[in-house]
């Protein structure tokens, strides 16, 4: 390997090099799931001299081609990351979600630049900081990727939660079934009903619009079975992880990790029929794998005798295969 595809491969991030030759491109390198046929035509619109270009799939998903001489390399799809107080951003276009399915990274804005930066110095390309500006200024729209990645349409005129697929969030995790969260949540997405839910930009937006999707559908989960007490920490948890989060694909990701989570804990109860007791302790056991559980602690959240208790779990949990040396 070439140290630029050495380079290109530490990104783990898709990318290719072709050779030019009377027109034709031949694959030199490629990385990633994106079809060949992809990047060749995105090729078609970007003059055949030594250039950087950047190709804009959607406000935040690129493509950046160097050319030098009879080689050209596209790296990327990139998400770039911009601060959410970024006044060029208009919160009412597309942004990107991909659902990690094209295996890309994303990138602060200033990490973006400096990659750019050390690759053109690699393959002896000159550019500054102004050249990558005015390259941004003048990207070149790129609808090659149109089929495999997801757009989200931020609505002022969208509901919080279209009532439609909410009932279908809420059927999937009262039904206990994590698999179809996938394609449910993708339809609740591309329905392009999701409501503009702060003028702070689209990382906030979108943090609260997953803050209410989980609060409205974990009640499903509450219905279900799962211990009301229980549902309400793990919202409070829910919501925390989401707040710790900084790019907008990650949020995306965890609020569908978290439907499903629902979906899996609802899956677990329903696969037993207990008794509210013994579900209590079996939520907790699954919550806290490496807790070292007594009966009296247990007894008195439940305010039942310890012996009772204790022969209950017993006759119950060895009839379902709970994980009994958990209990002490």
Not at 165 to 174: C, F, G, N, Q, S
């Amino acid at each position: 390997m070439t140290l630029e595809q050495l380079y290109i491969s530490s990104l783990n991030i898709p990318a290719i090099e072709f050779k030019i030759n009377d027109q034709q491109f031949d694959v030199l390198f490629k990385k990633g799931k994106i079809l060949t046929n992809s990047y060749a035509s995105m090729l078609k619109r970007i003059p055949k001299r030594d250039s950087f270009t950047v190709l804009c799939h959607t406000q935040t998903l690129f493509t950046f081609c160097f050319i030098k001489e009879d080689l050209v390399y596209l790296i990327g799809p990139e998400v770039i990351n911009y601060n959410q107080e970024d006044k060029h951003l208009n919160l009412n276009s597309k942004i990107i979600y991909l659902s990690k399915r094209l295996n890309t990274a994303i990138l602060e804005k200033n990490n973006c630049y400096q990659q750019i930066l050390f690759f053109s110095q690699l393959i002896g390309l000159p550019i500054d900081n102004q050249t990558i500006d005015l390259a941004f200024q003048r990207a070149i729209p790129s609808r090659q990727l149109d089929d495999i990645i997801t757009a989200v349409n931020f609505n002022d005129d969208g509901v919080h939660i279209s009532y439609v697929y909410e009932r279908a969030l809420k059927a999937a995790i009262m039904l206990g079934d994590p698999s179809s969260i996938h394609s449910t949540f993708l339809a609740l997405i591309n329905s392009g009903r999701i409501g503009i839910l702060s003028d702070k930009g689209r990382l906030r937006s979108v943090k609260n619009w997953g803050i209410i999707c989980v609060s409205v559908t974990i009640r499903s989960a509450i219905n279900a079975g799962i211990d009301y007490d229980q549902a309400y920490s793990l919202n409070d948890q829910y919501v925390r992880t989401i707040e710790s989060l900084n790019a907008f694909d990650d949020v995306m990701n965890k609020i569908e990790e978290i439907l499903k989570d629902m979906a899996r804990r609802v899956q677990q109860l329903r696969n037993v029929h207990l008794s509210k007791d013994i579900r209590y302790i079996y939520q907790i056991i699954l919550d806290s794998p490496e807790a070292n559980l007594t009966v009296p602690e247990l007894s008195n959240q439940l305010g039942l005798s310890s012996h009772y208790l204790s022969t209950l779990f017993k006759k119950r949990g060895r009839r379902f295969n709970f994980p009994l040396q958990n209990l002490s």
